[in-house]
Structures are given as C-alpha cells and as structure tokens.
C-alpha cells in the first residue's frame, strides 16, 4: 500500500459489529439470492437501456439500485432535494452500499478504484455505466484522472465522488481530499455534498481488511438496517477559487449535518492497530 493512500483507523473488530439479534439464517440466504439476482439482472438489462433518452436511463437506474438496496433487506430513506444537470457529487464513504444509495438519488458517473473493474458482477456493471477508474497506487496517473474528471462534467454528466478516499465507519469521518475538487473548478461546475448515514451503523461498515463476503452476509442478516442520503444545498460554481476551500466547504457541509455524531472512543481504540488494518478502500 502506498504510503500517500488515505486510510481510516475503522477495523471490523472495532466498528462493524452487529448490535441485538439478527435475521435467521433462512432468512439471510434468501436476501442474499435476491440481491445476486437483482444485480445479475441489471448485468443482463443494461444494454437494452441504451437506446433509451437520459431521463429515462436515470429513472430506471433509480428504480434498480433500489431494488438492489431492497434486495438485500436495506430500507431506503432519501431527504433534500435531489438536483438535475451535471455537478459533482461529494459523499462521505461507509460501504459498499454508499453506491447503489448514491446512484437511487443522484444516478451518475461513479470514480472508483481500479480494481473493481475486475469484481465478480459488479465490475461489469460499473463498466457499463460510464465508472471512472483511478489506479490509486500511481500518483502519476491522478492528474489525468482529474482531467477525465473534468470532461465528464464539461460535457453535462453528473460525477460521484467519495473524497475521503478510505470507508469510515460512520461513527466519524475523513479528511475530503482536494484532488476531485480541481475537476469541478476546471469545469465551472457546482458540487453537491450528500451525507451518508446508516442505522444500525455497525452492519453496513465496510472497512479495514474487511472481506466482501463478510461484509454482504453481515448486511444480509442485519434487522432493520436503513440507509439515508441526505441531499444538502449545493456549493455554487465561483464560491470557491481554489480546490483546498471548496473540498473543505464541502466537508464541512457533510460534517455539520451529523448533529448528534457519537464518540469517537472507538477510534482511539482502534488507533493502535497496523496501518495496514485501516480502510484503503477508494480513490483521492
């Protein structure tokens, strides 16, 4: 791992434990089919949504990552009001449910580490919906993924990012790195922050060295797990004149819209374990 990486001090001993009792096995398997089948079918129904106008594509986007979160036994709560046009959308990161949830609300060209080009299922799909890839490990290659970046947004699209560039529990958050912030600045375009939060929030973490298995039977088996995004009043094009302000205003956006955040006591706990424990889990 290379040492400018972000990481996060989140461990699943620490942070992704499941609070009370969870759902029966029975019942746990059977979410776990409906999922797999539910992102198999949107594999397989991608291409015939090409021909169809951008409205429509979004809608039917919206209509599949919710049957993806519902799937899996996620219940769905989206506040604010979702903007249309281009724009870079700045969220904090938790899991891999951060994508579909984003994606129900604010349906858009995800940047991603290169690496889930290769995953089982999901990297076809992000393939197909226009995901750029960032190679984390080659500083060399971010200016010109901050230049695709850029172009995607010059051209109309609407660009997900998740700038703390590791998953955090949710029980606190990252730095927002500046990098994704000079593509909206080049491109004159207004950044949406959206805040993430999930209840209980220990099953849906995804950090550290997590495996993915475990993390979807942990999801799977959680009672009662809801997602909310919440939308926040956009960042204006020319508020901000350099990368560091408006990666910063949108943080802060997103932090201050945690009202009742928890201790941090956790961290501080799981502060001690190797670096190589924490959560290297996406892009800068």
Not at 22 to 27: D, E, I, T, Y
Not at 40 to 69: D, F, I, S
Not at 151 to 169: D, H, M, Y
Not at 230 to 242: F, Q, Y
Request: charged residues 15%; proline residues 10%; hydrophobic residues 45%.
């Amino acid at each position: 791992m290379s040492v400018w990486l972000p990481t996060a001090p989140c461990t699943p001993h620490h942070c992704a434990r499941t609070p009370g009792p969870v759902a029966s096995r029975v019942r746990a398997v059977a979410r776990l089919t409906a999922g797999v089948l539910a992102v198999l079918a949107g594999v397989l129904l991608a291409p015939l949504t090409a021909p169809l106008g951008p409205a429509t594509r979004e809608r039917a986007t919206r209509l599949w990552c919710r049957t993806v979160l519902r799937a899996f036994g996620v219940h769905v709560r989206i506040t604010g009001t979702p903007g249309t046009g281009r724009g870079l959308v700045a969220a904090n990161h938790v899991s891999w449910l951060d994508i579909p949830l984003v994606a129900a609300a604010l349906p858009g060209r995800m940047l991603a580490k290169s690496e889930v080009r290769r995953w089982p299922l999901l990297g076809p799909v992000a393939a197909c919906g226009g995901t750029l890839f960032l190679e984390r490990d080659r500083l060399r290659a971010l200016p010109g993924t901050v230049r695709d970046i850029a172009e995607a947004l010059g051209s109309g699209s609407r660009v997900v990012v998740f700038p703390e560039g590791s998953t955090w529990c949710g029980r606190a958050g990252g730095r927002f790195r500046p990098a994704a912030f000079q593509a909206a600045l080049d491109a004159g375009a207004a950044v949406q922050p959206v805040r993430i939060t999930y209840h209980p929030a220990g099953p849906a973490a995804f950090v550290g060295d997590d495996p993915l298995t475990a993390s979807l039977w942990r999801v799977a088996t959680a009672r009662g797990l809801t997602a909310e995004i919440r939308v926040l009043p956009p960042i204006p094009a020319g508020r901000h004149t350099d990368r560091r302000s408006l990666a910063q205003a949108a943080q802060t956006a997103v932090a201050s819209d945690s009202a009742n955040r928890p201790s941090l006591s956790v961290h501080q706990c799981a502060s001690s374990s190797p670096a190589a424990a924490s959560s290297p889990r996406t892009p800068s």
